[in-house]
């Protein structure tokens, strides 16, 4: 019975959740950086890491400083061995990224420096031949110039990159919940999983499972019972909307506009989200503001299909809107958002 749970737990984890794609995404950078493959091939799936992001991260300001740091790496011609490990290891240890990058104002201005600068000088290459796995993963934390707890996660993952037959990805979560702190508790760990023939990958995706709290894990329950969170974000930015409450939908639209895959999609969703900043900056006085934002999106929202919203109706309010605020008339708030 337990090997078919864990089984079914890795299915669930690269199937379902798709959780695979960043992990494979950075052996295929490690195979090119050692010669073993195109990197046309890694870049490839780095893309497709890249847009797929929202999947498995909730907060839409780590997802966008993500998505520069990858379009960093995919411009790069050469990487670091740190660098072919980031995608995986950014995704699983979203959690640790975020509370640091996240963290301030100041912090979240440097947040691409950070990460381009982390990866960069991280300096894996020079401790690949440390051959005893206590000394190689002492080294290893080492290395990881980050503040604590999140230095030791984030080296769990570095770890398995490396070997990954003997290291296990370890997360907070899972660190919190089995007591995982240090090099022992992590060591005595290991020990367990591999005694019990269980391979650190299918740990991990079991672990991940019944610990973790993703996106991509709603996205599987929503698959299951005919449930959808985007329809329950747009319920309720209408509701917001309609209330006069325009800045708080806007931010519900955004995550909307996070999940969505297809351009012409989130270009016309964008439309939505600016008409909503426009409302909200004329009703705060800020006229010019709102005269700015609202003429990108009119071009938007114009001829805009493929979301379930009154886009036709918002698209004539905001024309007759931009009219209205140019001959300095008093503008109109009645425009509702709706379901179709």
Known sequence: MEEKLIGLAQYIYSRFEKRALPLETSKALTNSFYGRTSRDIANSMLQRTKSTLPFWIEDSSLVQIYKRYMNYLLKKDELTLGECFSPFVLVSCYGSFGDIILESKESRKTAFSFLKDFFRTLRVEEILSISDRRGFFESLLGIVELRKPHNFFVATHLAY?????????????????????????????????????????????????????????????????????????????????????????????????????????????????????????LKVGEREKAVRVLRKAVSQLEGCKGVPLNVRELSLFARDLLDKLNREEVPDFTVRLKMV
């Open 161 to 281: 990159m490396v070997n990954p037959n003997f290291y296990v990805p370890i997360t907070p979560a899972v660190g919190r919940s089995f007591q995982i702190q240090d090099i022992n508790s992590y060591l005595r760990f290991g020990d367990y999983i591999r005694e019990r023939r269980i391979k650190p990958i299918e740990a991990f995706a079991t672990l991940h499972l019944l610990y973790e709290d993703t996106p991509s894990k709603r996205s599987v329950a929503e698959a299951i019972l005919g449930v959808s969170r985007e329809r329950e974000l747009l319920l309720r930015a209408c509701e917001l909307w309609n209330e006069g409450e325009f800045y708080e939908a806007h931010e519900l639209l955004e995550d909307v506009w996070c999940l969505q895959d297809k351009e012409e999609v989130k270009e016309c969703y964008q439309g939505v989200i600016r008409l909503a900043l426009v409302l909200h900056y």
